[in-house]
């Protein structure tokens, strides 16, 4: 057994020490009160609010009426696309956005693909366009928002000095176009 005076030597020479602690333990009991009573209920109030919202943000339809969207959707998405004879256009609109971003636009190549089953043309575009890349970023947006049907399909970014700001970026497009008379 621990002699009282003992016990008492040590409370005198470690009394910092033992106030140190016994605040540490108040600190992480109050942080335990904190989290179990009050900050785990609003969590799960908040979840449960959020889920409902998420339930009844949907509206469900049956099954005539999501036919019937869905196929007007799809009238308006074909009524979207471009007949083939706006290539040269759609790739005149690239490079009026790559000017505006100042930007210098390489060689262009092209690949078309028929695609029989839409009755469609898709014709993959590869470009490189160089600048800050302040302004590729812009520019990439404002090809994502191109009114014609175009996608995205690869990026790549390079930094050929090192000791400029100069960034180049390889894109992948391709553009969805109706053939002729479709």
């Keep these: 057994m621990i002699n009282k005076a003992y016990f008492k030597e040590i409370l005198n020479v470690r009394i910092r020490t033992i106030i140190v602690l016994v605040t540490i333990v108040i600190i992480n009991i109050g942080l335990m009160l904190f989290l179990n009573f009050y900050q785990r209920p609003k969590l799960v109030q908040l979840h449960d609010e959020w889920f409902k919202k998420r339930k009844s943000s949907g509206t469900v339809l049956d099954r ?3 036919f019937e ?3 007007a959707d799809i009238i308006r998405w074909q009524a979207m ?3 083939k004879k706006d290539l040269a256009r759609i790739v005149g609109e690239i490079y009026e956005v790559a000017r505006s971003n100042s930007l210098s636009l390489g060689g262009i190549t092209y690949k078309p693909e ?3 089953t839409e009755k469609m043309l898709s014709y993959v575009i590869g470009f490189t366009v160089t600048g800050r ?3 590729i970023k812009s520019f990439i947006g404002d090809v994502g928002r191109l009114r014609d049907i175009v996608s995205i ?3 790549s970014l390079s930094n050929p000095k090192l000791t400029e700001e100069i960034v180049s970026l390889k894109l992948n497009l391709t553009v969805y176009l109706k053939l002729e008379g479709q």
Aim: glycine share 12%; net charge positive.
């Design 64 to 66: 005539g009426a999501a």
């Design 69 to 71: 969207k869905g196929s």
């Design 81 to 83: 696309i471009a007949p």
């Design 114 to 116: 028929l695609l029989k």
């Design 133 to 135: 890349y302040a302004a």
């Design 153 to 155: 399909d690869s990026i």
